[in-house]
């Protein structure tokens, strides 16, 4: 137990903040303009405010108090980290004064100071086995593949234009996939090796998935993306397994042909609800994380919906948001 009295340099000074976590052990505390106090507090409250950035800071702490005064009280912060992530995050105990209009003032709060604000409520525990489902494309890798592949085949423009009728309603997720794959109609088996060796992985997947690993978590993607890269990063990531549309190819061409069903949002929550079965994960273990408009019934379906560097209206209907920080943050989520 201790007490500092705060500079306006030490409030704003990162490696002040960090400086007490590894040095001074600091674990729960409560904040003021001028002091900060250790405590050893147990309050037991529904509701977690975790918080996290690069170069977090104190100052930025009294910020989001003072921004969401209105809406929660905040009875002491703590520090959550968990073994093979780098930093920490904070995780502050609160009692919400009010439910009315919270998400859009967590997002204004949450960029207007350029950290990352989730509000938890019942979510998975790190300690027990759990699934996480996540989408491919601009989830798990830093891409869009059929983007991509559209660009080398020399169809790009063609398939930005059917994505664009589908994103204003136009099509349906089924009739906007065939149409651009439609597109891709004789392109080379080679172009999908190519974007296959070039694949941008997201910034901490990697770290996610083996401390995920080592709590005996399952992974999985279920995409509505292609089986080709899918496949591969199941591989390579060491998954447990992988769904996704397949392409036709015939004579090392692309026929502009999807085999078999389409793998759409209803088919995303239901991979999930079957592998939790399969693997008999109870339901308050199962994450879904996306990006897209197409991975909400997934997340719905899921314990914990996780919108990843997503759209406004993806990240107000899902339960948390990461809207800058890599997939490996989700952890400090499950640890808080």
């Given amino acids: 137990m201790f007490e500092l009295s705060l500079s306006s340099t030490q409030l704003l000074s990162a490696h002040f903040l960090q400086d007490l976590v590894e040095h001074k052990h600091l674990n729960q505390f409560v904040l003021s303009q001028q002091t900060l106090s250790a405590t050893e507090q147990t309050t037991s409250t529904e509701h977690k405010l975790l918080t996290f950035t690069e170069g977090l800071n104190l100052q930025q702490l009294l910020a989001v108090e003072q921004g969401l005064q209105d809406y929660l009280s905040i009875q002491y912060w703590q520090i959550v980290q968990v073994a093979g992530v780098a930093g920490f995050a904070c995780a502050a105990r609160v009692k919400l004064l009010t439910q009315n209009e919270i998400k859009t003032e967590l997002e204004l709060v949450a960029n207007q100071l350029c950290l990352e604000l989730c509000l938890l409520a019942q979510v998975p525990s790190l300690n027990e086995p759990g699934l996480l489902v996540m989408d491919m494309d601009s989830t798990v890798i830093a891409c869009e593949c059929i983007d991509d592949i559209a660009t080398l085949a020399g169809v790009g423009a063609e398939v930005s234009a059917v994505t664009a009728q589908a994103m204003q309603g136009k099509l349906d997720f089924a009739q906007s996939l065939r149409t651009r794959v439609g597109c891709l109609t004789n392109a080379d088996e080679a172009i999908l090796q190519t974007v296959r060796n070039a694949l941008p992985l997201m910034t901490g997947v990697t770290s996610l998935v083996r401390v995920l690993k080592q709590h005996n978590w399952k992974l999985a993607i279920a995409s509505g993306g292609f089986t080709y890269f899918a496949d591969y990063l199941a591989e390579?990531?060491?998954?447990?397994?992988?769904?996704?549309?397949?392409?036709?190819?015939?004579?090392?061409?692309?026929?502009?042909?999807?085999?078999?069903?389409?793998?759409?949002?209803q088919v995303k929550a239901q991979t999930l609800l079957a592998l939790a079965e399969q693997w008999a994960i109870p339901h308050r273990q199962t994450i879904a994380m996306g990006d897209g408009a197409n991975d909400l019934v997934m997340m719905a379906a899921a314990s914990l919906g996780v919108a990843l560097h997503a759209k406004p209206i993806v990240r107000q209907q899902a339960d948390i948001s990461i809207r800058r920080g890599g997939l490996d943050a989700l952890l400090w989520v499950l640890a808080a």
């Fill in 236 to 265: 390579r990531l060491d998954l447990d397994a992988a769904v996704a549309n397949k392409l036709e190819i015939v004579d090392g061409k692309l026929t502009g042909k999807v085999n078999g069903g389409i793998v759409d949002a």
